[in-house]
């Protein structure tokens, strides 16, 4: 018959009066003894026996605290200016952005507390963070109707077909701002991706009709820092349509579509979705010329933020242990800095920009250099153009920024 709890504890007060004054080889066999009769781990028993019966005390801290509220309170600011994101984010970008905030008077540290800022690991920045993190802890619904039977002209994309490490390949979809109520007409967010450099671009629309969704397609590429090289989308019909296979035929994009109901196969705007966009106007309902015109005032000053203050990791490796898989990624950086990297400085980046009609977009010449390429390339070591050989510029230099990237917000921040 098993002991109750008061018994056991009953008998554990008791063995211990007298563990305390017995020696070594009686202990022992104490301790079997009150294993036996209470069924206690061996090693709970004699944590219970040397703290006198009572419940074991908890193990006091070797070493004291490093960070405390007077780190705690400049961090928190820093990570809400940041947008929250995690301490593996935040962490190295942490002596960029205390650099800014300083210099335009956004912030008053001691020299203590900008040497612990600037060195705290992305551990303690949790540790520190999880209490604002809990405090401040609505879904939508998918609105993705299948497309014609023009997909079959499509290609279902594979990741052989991309090349992962240049920028221009790029993923796209639909974000439903109908604030619950899928009824009637709504706006929409068009969320593009660059699957190389995280870069992100965002613009609203009136509804999801090809239209409107081809219309704010072009008006991204037009801006974008890189040549669009490649599409891949879901299988929506405002994607899925003869207008846009024809553009990206003309402009010698590659068009590619996910497999139907595998949201992970876009899972890189997939991810922008929540991120950029839900985080930053929710769910609720949007369905006005009024309100459309103000999430694209939004969008245009959130894509500057984005791109050149959000530090973003990237997946680098991925190691199977028996049933645990172990990921590694690199050091969280801005989609800015990672495109000016030099793995992005592809020897095949973009060209230049040309307009047709209204329209601007990027366009490819084989073996002709470009007028603004010339002079940086003549004191390159590889400035020697090879047979075939595509010249280019590299990818998201500081003069190649549109130009709302010199508006106040670029400036606070870089100047």
């Known amino acids: 018959m098993a002991l109750s709890m008061a018994t056991r504890k009953q008998i554990t007060k008791e063995m211990a009066r007298r563990y305390a004054r017995a020696r070594k080889g009686e202990r022992g066999r104490m301790l079997d003894e009150l294993c036996a009769l209470t069924g206690y781990n061996r090693g ?23 960070y405390g509220a007077e780190t705690r309170e400049p961090l928190r600011k820093l990570w809400a200016t940041a947008g929250g994101i995690c301490g593996k984010r935040l962490a190295p970008f942490l002596p960029e952005l205390v650099a800014a905030l300083e210099r335009h008077g956004e912030l008053e540290l001691s020299e203590e507390q900008r040497a612990k800022l600037c060195a705290i690991s992305a551990a303690s920045v949790d540790r520190l963070l999880a209490a604002e993190r809990r405090r401040l802890t609505l879904r939508g619904r998918a609105t993705t109707r299948p497309g014609s039977l023009l997909r079959n002209q499509i290609p279902v994309r594979t990741f052989a077909e991309w090349d992962q490490g240049r920028a221009g390949f790029v993923e796209v979809d639909l974000v439903a701002h109908d604030g619950g109520v899928a009824r009637g007409e709504f706006a929409y967010s068009l969320d593009l991706t660059d699957v190389a450099s995280g870069w992100t671009e965002v613009r609203a629309v009136r509804n999801r009709a090809q239209r409107w969704t081809f219309e704010a397609l072009t008006a991204i590429a037009a801006r974008l820092p890189f040549p669009l090289l490649g599409l891949d989308s879901d299988n929506g019909g405002e994607f899925i349509n003869a207008q846009l296979v024809r553009y990206c035929t003309e402009h010698e994009i590659s068009f590619t579509r996910s497999r139907p109901y595998r949201k992970n196969d876009n899972c890189y705007v997939e991810q922008k979705n929540w991120t950029v966009v839900r985080r930053t106007v929710g769910w609720a309902r949007f369905d006005t010329e009024a309100e459309l015109a103000t999430l694209n005032r939004l969008y245009d000053s959130l894509r500057l933020y984005v791109n050149y203050f959000q530090p973003q990791v990237k997946l680098t490796a991925k190691e199977r242990c028996g049933s645990r898989l172990r990921k590694r990624y690199d050091t969280a950086t801005t989609p800015y800095r990672r495109g000016c990297s030099p793995w992005a400085r592809s020897p095949m980046t973009w060209r230049g920009v040309s307009r047709r009609s209204t329209v601007a977009r990027t366009r490819w010449r084989c073996g002709a250099r470009s007028p603004d390429c010339s002079a940086a390339s003549s004191s390159s070591p590889h400035s020697r153009k090879r047979p075939g050989e595509r010249r280019c510029r590299p990818a998201l230099s500081l003069e190649h920024l549109p130009r709302e990237a010199t508006t106040e917000t670029y400036e606070y921040f870089l100047t």
């Open 44 to 66: 709970y028993a004699a944590r219970l026996l040397r703290s006198g019966g009572g419940a074991p005390t908890a193990r006091s801290r070797q070493r004291p605290r490093t």
